[in-house]
């Protein structure tokens, strides 16, 4: 998302689409947006547009304040990972400094999916039976 560009429509109606369908969704996005809701020390109009939209196509973020983005002194958390609640679970979000050979700090976390397990009974046959009681 080019940070001079509105929210790409493509944008909107996936989520949106995902929503009303019930389809899980995870987007990993330079979002260009600061906003103090995940890690930014300000907001500026972009973030309070994206929080907006977010909170409109049934999105959350999973970032936990950690900046994601660093260039000399400057620290941002411009990168989000947005995820609606049908998608699996997205745990232990974290950044690894000094790994990344760009400005944007890579992004680690885990996906948990969900295993439809499927109880079953044994089928076999069970017949009732008379069973002689022993005489002492």
């Given at each position: 998302m080019d940070g001079n560009e509105p929210f790409p429509i493509k944008f909107i109606n996936l989520a949106e689409h995902c929503l009303k369908h019930k389809h899980g969704l995870?987007?990993?996005t330079?979002?260009?947006s600061h906003h103090t809701a995940w890690g930014n020390t300000n907001c500026n109009s972009r973030g309070h547009t994206l929080i907006q939209l977010l909170a409109q196509a049934g999105l959350l973020w999973s970032n936990n304040g950690k900046h994601t983005y660093k260039r000399h002194s400057q620290e941002t958390a411009i990168d989000l990972t947005l995820r609606n609640d049908f998608a699996p679970l997205i745990e232990f979000w974290d950044t690894v400094p000094n790994f990344s050979l760009s400005d944007h700090i890579l992004i680690e976390f885990v996906i948990t999916l969900k295993s439809n397990v499927i109880k079953s009974r044994p089928i076999r046959s069970i017949k009732?039976?008379?069973v002689p009681?022993?005489?002492l």
């Open positions: 995870i987007i990993g330079d979002s260009n009732k039976k008379k009681t022993a005489t």
